[in-house]
């Protein structure tokens, strides 16, 4: 009887929510169904093509880009009017390698730390990479689930988060930041510092992997990650090392499959980028130490490099001397083989940073970006970071948790938009500080930021 009325109890419950949920008006977190912005004299960089529109007329009804029109738009008593004066409006940058809940901390904080703190220090830096006019990050590896939710809500202001959830890396492997005296662990008792928070979880097997792949897609994650070898910021996973075995890779890549979203692998070394292909992943993260063989398989089978131009200072992480650091000038000494082979063989190539444990280095986003002008035009690098990375963002098919076009400004995409001051394709610098020159953001129709209000 007490277990059917319990049932009863859910039941109701359970409908009363659905029911809540469909008289909300407006997504949280976005702009009030009816609400209207216009942008009035802009010229548009639209996330695909290498050269600005004319003057035009910009109207965003509710969190969707409605018209974009030469002709004059005469706005309603109601409406907000951004008079851009001839300025720049483009999409809202994304950040396709970016660690949410792992930009602020040290890593001595997050093995000890209150996880309170952790997910509040998250927020706050979420509101940051919002206001870098970074509206869309993808998740590489962290429990940013809660402040996922929290963003989407409008709790918190920050941009859109695509998440990984927990890395899955082998014992020892990229990821396991495990001590010694943590081993051996005790098979089906997952009570480590790291799987407790959500941040790793180790794996060391086809079904131990599938165990794990189906927790973190159960948890929401829009994308599974790999760490298919050795990594930098690991206390015991050498450079050189091929952590998964192919079956192991495999295993994940089904369970992703069959929950219509695909894997990707944290992978340095041919041997590891070569595996991970074999087993069927369809994005590789980083590729620094990359050869001409793999960059030619890469582009024979359509895999997306997402990798980013890692800059020296980034290793002032870890400290002088330490493995860590000699680990991360050996991998960033290959940014220059990785953009030049991409190039050569035309690899679909995303954006992404990887900062990690620095507030400091992350203040710096908009910065690595313009880095990219070493390899790339302005505009091409400005369409990476926007049409191509919103490309790889929609792999997550019908996991993706916001259905609608990102990274263009077109009729009908989603309204994820920076008014610049001034032309960013004829000096990319203005991206470097966007403090001063994103004079507008707007998320989901939702304006975050308006100095010309
Ligand atoms: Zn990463």
Redesign the pocket.
């Known amino acids: 009887m007490l277990s059917r009325l319990f049932l009863l109890a859910v039941t109701v419950l359970g409908l009363c929510s659905v029911s809540a949920g469909q008289t909300t008006s407006a997504p949280p977190g976005a702009a009030p169904a009816g609400s209207v912005t216009l942008f009035q004299n802009v010229r548009i960089f639209d996330g695909k093509g290498h050269t600005l529109s004319g003057p035009m007329n910009v109207l965003v009804r509710g969190n969707v880009i409605e018209r974009i029109t030469a002709a004059a738009i005469a706005p309603q008593a109601s409406d907000t009017v951004i008079e851009g004066g001839g300025r720049t409006l483009m999409p809202g940058l994304i950040d396709n390698?970016w660690?949410t809940m792992l930009v602020r901390p040290t890593p001595a904080q997050l093995l000890t730390g209150d996880v309170g703190y952790f997910n509040l220090l998250a927020g706050a830096e979420a509101t940051a990479t919002l206001m870098r006019g970074f509206t869309t990050v993808r998740d590489?590896?962290g429990p940013s689930f809660g402040l996922k939710q929290a963003i989407d809500e409008g709790l918190v202001a920050g941009p859109r988060i695509y998440p990984s959830g927990a890395i899955i890396t082998i014992t020892s492997g990229h990821g396991d930041f495990r001590q010694a005296f943590e081993v051996p662990r005790i098979l089906g008792a997952p009570t480590s510092r790291q799987e407790r928070l959500g941040a790793s979880m180790v794996a060391d097997s086809p079904d131990e992997v599938r165990v794990r792949v189906r927790e973190q897609l159960m948890l929401g994650a829009t994308q599974i990650k790999l760490t298919a070898g050795g990594g930098v910021a690991s206390p015991n996973s050498p450079l050189d090392a091929s952590t998964f075995t192919e079956a192991e890779l495999r295993a994940a890549v089904e369970a992703a499959e069959n929950w219509g979203t695909y894997v990707t692998v944290?992978a340095y070394t041919p041997t590891s980028i070569q595996r991970a292909i074999a087993a069927g992943v369809k994005v590789i993260?980083h590729g620094h130490l990359m050869d001409e063989a793999t960059a030619q398989l890469m582009a024979q089978r359509g895999i997306w490099l997402s990798t980013q131009p890692f800059a020296d200072e980034q290793a002032d992480a870890f400290p002088p001397g330490s493995s860590e650091r000699a680990k991360a000038l050996k991998v960033f000494a290959g940014t220059d083989t990785v953009y030049t082979l991409a190039r050569k063989y035309k690899l679909k190539t995303a954006f992404g940073t990887?900062v990690?444990f620095s507030e400091r280095l992350a203040q710096r986003q908009g910065e690595f970006l313009a880095t990219l002008v070493r390899w790339y035009t302005p505009a091409e690098t400005l369409v990476m970071a926007t049409g191509t990375n919103a490309e790889l963002l929609a792999l997550s098919g019908e996991r993706n948790p916001y259905p609608g076009k990102l990274g263009v400004v077109e009729e009908g995409a989603l309204a994820d938009l920076l008014l610049v001051d001034g032309d960013p394709i004829a000096n990319i610098k203005l991206i470097e500080d966007p403090a001063k020159n994103f004079v507008t953001i707007m998320k989901n129709g939702r304006i975050y930021k308006n100095l010309l209000r």
């Open positions: 390698h660690h590489l590896g944290h993260e990887d990690l």
